[in-house]
Structures are given as C-alpha cells and as structure tokens.
C-alpha cells in the first residue's frame, strides 16, 4: 500500500473539457488543472503528478512540444504522459507514441473507456511507486537503504560542486551491538535498531538532510549545504537522542544503547564520494577506539 493520494494533471484549453474531466476523476486521484503549455510544465515541475492528461492543440505551445520538454528533464521524464485531443489521424497517433505517451484517447471521448484507461495507468503508478519504495527502502527501520544512499551520496557531491557548498558525511555505528543480541535477542536487537533509526531521523529538519541504514547497526548522515558548526550541532543532538531512548544495555560500558560517529564536512571539490566515505569510517574507528560513544570529527 502507498501512503499518499495519487495526483493528475489534466492539460486542456476548453474549460468545459476540464470540468468533466475533473469531475469524472477527481474520486481516482487528487486533480490539478492547466490551460496551456506553460502552465502545464510548470505544475508538471512542482506539483510532480503521478499521470498527465494532455491535449494536443493549445494555445501557446502544441502537446507534443510540452511532451518533448517533459521528457528532456530528469525532474519530468518519468510521469507518464496520455494524450486526448481532437487529432484523430494516425500519424499524430504515432508521433505522440514516439515522443513518449502512455496512451492516446480521441475526442469526442466516451466517459468510461477515459475513467477505465486511468485507472489503468494509476494502478500502474501505484505499482511504479511500491518497486520504488522496495528498492530504496530499508524494510526494517523503513528509512532510505545502502542503495539510496549511494545514489544520494553522488546527487548531493555533484549539486555541492556545481554550489561550491559544503557536505556533511557521518558514519554512525551503534556500540557494542553484538553484546546487546547477545543479552535480549535478535528480535530486541531490531527493534533497537528501528528506535535508533527513528532517533536518528527525528534531528534531521531540513528538506536537505538525509539518514539511510548503511548496513548492519550502522547508518549514514548526509547533510547539504552545511557549515561545521552546524553540523557538529546536529551530531550532537543525534547522539543525545539515541542516549535519551535509554535502551537498557547491562554489558555496555555506558549501560544504555549508545552510537558512535566518524564525521567530515568537506567541499565536493577536495575529495571524491568514495574517499570521503572511507575518511568517515576511519574516524568511526577512531571514536569506537577512544571507548564509544563519541565523535570523532576530521578537524
Ligand atoms: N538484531 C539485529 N542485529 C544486527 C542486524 N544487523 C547487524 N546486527 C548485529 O550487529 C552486531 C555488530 O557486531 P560488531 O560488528 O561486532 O560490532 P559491535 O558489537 O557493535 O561492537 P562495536 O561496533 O565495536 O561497538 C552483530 O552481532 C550483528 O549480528 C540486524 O538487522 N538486527
């Protein structure tokens, strides 16, 4: 199941057209409106629907230009595109196909093949977006995996670059892991692990932060466009966090479960992704060396 309503976008310059449209879908999915090309890629960009309904003949710009330039952005390309216009030759069939529609409906359209067509493309969009969250999601403690990471980690470097901002990598490895399966169990162990997630989680606000499950007990912070002071403040309140869960742990020194951080703010331009990910665990094995629960920063 996905935990949001989906969104259409339906493009047309008859406003009669829209209002049967709307009121024909808007039990389907929450429906958002465009009369011309503009404003079509304009919602398409900000409001990232999960399908689009696009006329062909439009005031200022055709269909199949607006489905070129959705296509041509990465922010676009992905939204499946259905064309409804008037155009009923085959070759404008054809060439709305090679651009890279879904589907093609013509006008004067019947009312329940369009209800049925969507629904078509919406249980299709509900599929897309389950595999997504399948391949991107750490199904224990439902934050980003390995692989999101990775891809976030390389997205982050090049804006950074091109911004010539600064980025926060922290490795985060909870202390003593092995002790704490040992004393309670696997099954206490995950739950430990899903809190510490969420802890960890809970101190990142902004909409360029980032916490995904590493591996194992350990997890990765990503913070953009970040200074030094800022970042050593949200560690800090990260560590605060998992300390405050007060997860009982007797073998551990410290007595409740505990994490500890290697962490770098570095420029893009110093140093590569992977690189900085090493200098990250190098420091997390100086903090585990110096007696956990502790961060050890590249300063
Ligand atoms: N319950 C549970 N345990 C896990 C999971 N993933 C990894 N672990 C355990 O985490 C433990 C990590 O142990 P170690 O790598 O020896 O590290 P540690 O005991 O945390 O010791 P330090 O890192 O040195 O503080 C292992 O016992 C793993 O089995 C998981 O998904 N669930």
Request: charged share 25%; hydrophobic share 40%.
């Amino acid at each position: 199941m996905i935990n949001r309503t989906l969104r259409i976008l339906i493009v047309d310059d008859e406003k009669p057209n829209l209002m049967v449209l709307s009121s024909l879908l808007k039990s389907e999915a929450q429906i958002s409106l465009a009369t011309n090309g503009q404003s079509a890629l304009e919602k398409a960009r900000s409001l990232k629907p999960d399908l689009i309904l696009l006329d062909i003949v439009l005031p200022d710009q055709n269909g199949f230009d607006v489905i070129k330039e959705l296509k041509a952005s990465k922010a676009t390309h992905a939204i499946p595109v259905m064309f409804i216009t008037g155009l009923g030759d085959v070759s404008s069939e054809e060439k709305g196909f090679d651009l890279g529609a879904c589907d093609y409906i013509h006008k004067p359209f019947h009312l329940g093949i369009v209800k049925a067509r969507v629904k078509l493309h919406l249980t299709l969009a509900r599929q897309r977006i389950m595999l997504e969250e399948l391949a991107n999601v750490d199904p224990l403690t439902a934050i980003a995996n390995r692989r999101k990471c990775d891809q976030h980690v390389l997205a982050q470097w090049t804006a950074a670059y091109r911004k010539q901002s600064s980025i926060l990598i922290a490795m985060v490895d909870v202390d003593e892991f092995k002790l704490y399966n040992d004393e309670y169990g696997h099954d206490r162990g995950d739950n430990a692990l899903s809190l510490v997630a969420k802890a960890l989680s809970e101190q990142l606000h902004r909409s360029g932060d980032f916490v995904a499950r590493y591996g194992g007990e350990e997890f990765m912070i990503v913070i953009a466009d970040t200074n030094i002071t800022g970042a050593r403040t949200v560690i800090d309140n990260c560590c605060n966090a998992v300390r405050a869960l007060e997860l009982e742990h007797k073998s551990s020194h410290h007595s409740v479960v505990t994490i500890s951080v290697g962490a770098l703010v570095i420029e893009p331009e110093q140093q590569l992704p992977k690189a900085a990910i090493k200098q990250a665990d190098d420091l997390l094995y100086k903090a585990k060396a110096s007696g956990r629960d502790k961060v050890c920063w590249n300063d």
